[in-house]
């Protein structure tokens, strides 16, 4: 993350973050437990939570625009979830054996859908879409599997193919895109199992089947770019996919990790009205507990158990299971979805105002629910098209917004997530105004500096 010379933004306290980074960094690599939360002496140590806001442990409160990178579909600590998990947990915690918990939490799953029919608990969504990838591998007898660059799920080796370069031109040529690992530590092997495409192209896509569609398993898919702001697909597209992989003989995932129980109760495939194969589900399931499954329909999940190896100790334990059943029977049996929506709505009806009256170019991206603000005059449709809108502006906003008591995650590729308890007191209001604030001071830093470049250049 990169401070951006805005002299009128706040000053936030970081002694006591900066000392926690001092010594988490002489054990943890980075000073996190993950990559994606390294942000050097920036790095943000969080003491609480509460419906929609956030405070670190220097006692800065954040309207928090990142929500777990959207686990936390209702708010942070809710009352209804985590008193019944408190009940429930006092039974016992793990026992691998199998509870009523995790019998309730897949009937729920499968009621929501409408049309998984049979599906397991794992505990992350980086399980869920290893074991999903397993079962259409063992159930087509093919070995390669299909993913769009920039899509991003989880880090298992088979997922970190084409993910987030910088330079997008590392993909390779467009119509035969480059297998490029993220990070070191993937084996080559592992790598040529996975074929990237660009997502949106159906024409690109037929080509590829035609090449290697005896050999492809499974096509995953994020049904919305979630690494990109969440682009959207092209009309029709899902729809035309569906009957592509239906005429080879290859299966469909949705990776619904992020758009699972969030864009609808039936997550996207009842939003854009497409049935894939498989589905795998997390974040959104549980409301932050560490909860996630992966699924579809019967034929295909009955490989399992005698064909293919799936367990886990922790898979359904009684806290995730317990949270995944409250949650779920919230997001069925209440309006919170609609409420979700219609906060998105009025936060980006506010931010619009605020970035038409500049004159800059700009495009909201996704769903309310998860929406990103890409600053470009062009409709992105894949992940290449990230490369040419103006994300240095984005971030410095978005660090902005984070000394003003705001944080969205300060990389231009992560959507905004919207939960529940958003809708309560004036946090809409208040995300506009620092919105505008962090705005403006951007484009005035964006200003002098380009002043000052000019009188170099003519001195």
């Not at 790095?43 to 806001?53: E, F, K, M």
């Not at 608990?121 to 599997?145: D, F, L, P």
Request: hydrophobic share 40%; with cysteine.
């Amino acid at each position: 993350m990169t401070e951006p010379s805005t002299a009128s933004a706040p000053s936030l306290r970081r002694e006591r973050q900066l000392a926690m980074y001092r010594r988490a960094s002489q054990i943890m690599p980075g000073g996190t437990d993950s990559n994606f939360r390294a942000w050097g002496e920036s790095t943000i140590y969080v003491d609480r939570g509460a419906g929609g806001l956030v405070w670190d442990i220097d006692g800065n409160e954040y309207v928090d625009l990142r929500m777990g990178y959207g686990p936390v579909i209702l708010g942070h600590a809710d009352p209804r979830v985590d008193d019944y998990v408190n009940e429930r947990m006092r039974r016992g915690v793990s026992f691998s054996l199998t509870s009523e918990d995790e019998v309730r939490a897949i009937e729920l799953l499968c009621e929501l859908t409408g049309w998984v029919e049979m599906a397991r608990m794992t505990v992350s969504g980086t399980e869920a879409t290893m074991h999903a990838i397993r079962v259409a591998r063992a159930y087509t007898g093919r070995n390669k599997i299909v993913k769009f660059e920039g899509q991003y799920h989880g880090v298992h080796d088979y997922a970190l193919i084409s993910v987030l370069p910088n330079d997008v031109a590392e993909l390779g040529d467009p119509d035969n895109p480059v297998r490029l690992a993220w990070g070191r530590g993937i084996p080559a092997a592992v790598a040529e199992t996975v074929i990237p495409a660009r997502y949106n192209n159906l024409d690109v896509l037929r080509r590829l089947f035609e090449r290697e569609g005896h050999d492809i398993a499974a096509i995953i898919v994020e049904p919305v770019l979630g690494n990109a702001q969440g682009i959207m697909p092209q009309p029709g597209f899902h729809a035309a996919m569906r009957e592509l992989t239906r005429e080879f003989g290859i299966l469909l995932i949705f990776d619904e990790v992020k758009t699972g129980f969030r864009f609808a109760r039936g997550g996207a495939a009842e939003y854009f009205g497409v049935t894939p194969d498989l589905a795998t589900y997390a974040k959104a399931m549980g409301n932050g507990y560490p909860a996630a499954a992966f699924g579809g329909r019967r034929e295909v999940m009955s490989v399992l158990p005698s064909q293919v190896s799936h367990g886990g100790t922790y898979a359904g334990n009684r806290v995730a299971a317990a949270a995944a059943v409250k949650t779920l029977e919230i997001l069925r049996d209440t309006p919170a979805l609609e409420t979700i929506r219609r906060t998105g709505e009025a936060i980006q009806a506010g931010i619009r105002e605020v970035i038409e009256a500049k004159g800059v170019p700009f495009i909201f991206t996704g769903h309310p629910s998860m929406f990103g603000i890409m600053f470009t005059d062009r409709v992105p449709t894949e992940y290449r098209d990230w490369a040419n809108t103006d994300h240095e502006l984005y971030d410095m906003i978005a660090v902005g917004m984070h000394a003003r008591g705001a944080m969205p995650e300060p990389d231009s590729r992560e959507p905004w997530f919207i939960c529940e308890a958003h809708s309560q007191g004036d946090i809409v209001d208040r995300v506009v105004s620092i919105f505008r604030d962090s705005f403006h001071a951007a484009l005035e830093a964006r200003a002098r500096s380009g002043a000052e470049g000019a009188a170099t250049a003519a001195s």
